[in-house]
């Protein structure tokens, strides 16, 4: 009997889904803007999106070993990858949830009560009196909503979209990570590149101290260019502890990012920093499709429109299928016996007449909110242009500043030579001196700075595009 029951609801179900349709406009990818040649860049080209391609390890192309090492660290032991793969398998549940209402619910259930009423004979002695009954319940119960304008569809369409942008967002996190960790990780090698420089000055200082504190001693030097020049080593000792103060703080930084205390994290001073790869010629301009946070703008677009057909779904009636069966009696021994079975089957229809516009109201947030979806989408499009150009721009200007600054280096230096040799010789003051190693220090600090800035705008580039410049 409950067999049957059931068949009866099924074969009701499937003729409500034969006639079903889904209401509200169907997802077609708005138009983002056009993605032509970089114009920092002359020779990129355009190319088809690519926000389905794996990442790998880019930041390989870097060649350093440690990297390597605090990169995979970090990918397995950030804090803050994991909440974002939480969030994800969060969003994963949400999509099962919405796709449960598609199909009935079921439910078993029983009953036993014991009671009286006042009104009975007592079959035992034959006088008035409350009469005792027992009341035993075996039941299966099934209900189910047809879906018959696409509500429940529409609701899964927006939590798979949902989904997927949330999955995005997990993408986005672990890119970000690796970026953050990366500049942070040449960053330190900065200031170890710094600290090599500032130990060379606080030694050049020291000699020149020396220098003329013995020709004060000799009767050929004023005591003034002593003080100077102990002011010159002080001042260069002083820049010295705080660099490595700011070199502490990254490599704080990076402990953190790769899951550790900073208490239980170090890293060895590296004794030389290379420049960073250039940016080979002929890369697609549509890379920067395959960034994540595109792809998670574009997915929420497509759940906002989805939602629309949701809240268009309201407009029109619900159609509900209930059946129940199952065993009723007052004895236990006959409870499951044929002539104590029971069932039903129907149906309910309703639909509002009147909500004061709730439903109206309802949809036009829902089109409203689908129109903030595209004008988020359009502007994280540009904006990732702008990043590249931005750094792209970087880049060409870092190099070319980079050969002159060098040349400014060369140049003071050779003047640091010439005037501490025309010193020595009581040809020109200290003051000369003084000044020639100021220009000189300012200028090599100035040398290590840019290619500081060149590192960071390399990784920034390379996370602009989506992790790397490799067309798939």
């Known amino acids: 009997m409950i067999r049957r029951t059931l068949q009866y609801l099924a074969c009701a179900a499937l003729a409500a889904q034969l006639i079903a349709c889904t209401v ?63 969030r994800y398998r969060e969003a994963q549940t949400l999509v099962d949830q919405a796709r449960a209402g598609l199909f009935p619910t079921v439910g078993v259930g029983g009953s036993a009560t014991r009671g009286s009423s006042g009104n009975g004979t007592n079959a035992g002695n034959g006088l008035g009196g409350p009469s005792v009954r027992n009341a035993l319940s075996a039941t299966v119960d099934a209900s189910w909503e047809v879906d018959l304008w696409g509500r429940v569809r529409r609701a899964v369409e927006a939590s798979q979209a949902n989904a997927e942008a949330t999955s995005a967002d997990l993408e986005s996190m672990r890119l970000s990570i690796q970026g953050q960790l990366a500049i942070a990780y040449f960053s330190l090698r900065v200031s170890d590149s710094a600290q090599r420089l500032l130990d060379r000055t606080v030694d050049a200082y020291q000699q020149t101290l020396t220098l003329t504190t013995n020709r004060y001693n000799a009767g050929v030097a004023a005591r003034a260019e002593v003080v100077q020049a102990d002011a010159q080593l002080k001042s260069a000792q002083a820049q010295a502890v705080d660099n490595r103060a700011t070199r502490a703080q990254f490599e704080h930084a990076i402990a953190v990012l790769v899951g550790k205390a900073p208490a239980d994290f170090s890293l060895p001073v590296v004794e030389d920093l290379p420049t960073p790869p250039d940016v080979p010629p002929g890369v697609p301009s549509q890379l920067l499709e395959r960034r994540p946070d595109i792809a998670a703008a574009e997915r929420r677009m497509a759940a906002a429109n989805a939602e629309i057909g949701v809240a268009t779904a309201a407009f029109f009636p619900t159609l509900s299928l209930s059946a129940s069966g199952g065993f009723a009696s007052s004895k236990l021994a006959q409870l499951l016996s044929l002539p104590n079975r029971f069932w039903s089957i129907g149906a309910d229809i309703a639909e509002p007449v009147f ?104 990784v920034t580039l390379v996370r602009a595009l989506g992790g790397g410049w490799q067309a798939p």
Not at 39 to 59: L, Y
Request: glycine share 4%; hydrophobic share 45%; charged share 20%.
């Open 24 to 86: 509200g406009p169907d997802y077609v990818r708005p138009h983002a803007t056009e993605a032509p040649a970089y114009k920092e860049s002359g020779d990129w080209k355009t190319a088809a999106p690519a926000d389905q391609f794996t990442r790998g390890a880019w930041w390989k192309m870097y060649n350093d070993t440690e990297l390597d090492q605090l990169e995979a660290a970090a990918t397995d032991a950030n804090q803050q990858v994991a909440a974002a793969a939480a």
């Open 355 to 458: 909500d004061a516009g709730l439903r109206r109201a309802q949809r036009a947030q829902t089109v409203a909110q689908f129109d903030e979806a595209v004008a988020n989408y359009r502007q994280t499009v540009l904006a990732g242009f702008q990043e590249v150009e931005d750094n792209l721009a970087m880049l060409a200007i870092l190099k070319q500043e980079t050969v002159i600054q060098q040349a400014a280096v060369d140049a003071a230096r050779h003047a640091v030579e010439l005037t501490t040799n025309q010193y020595k010789a009581g040809i020109v003051g200290y003051i000369n001196v003084f000044a020639a190693q100021t220009v000189q220090f300012s200028n090599e600090r100035t040398l290590v700075q840019l290619l500081g800035r060149a590192w960071q705008a390399n």
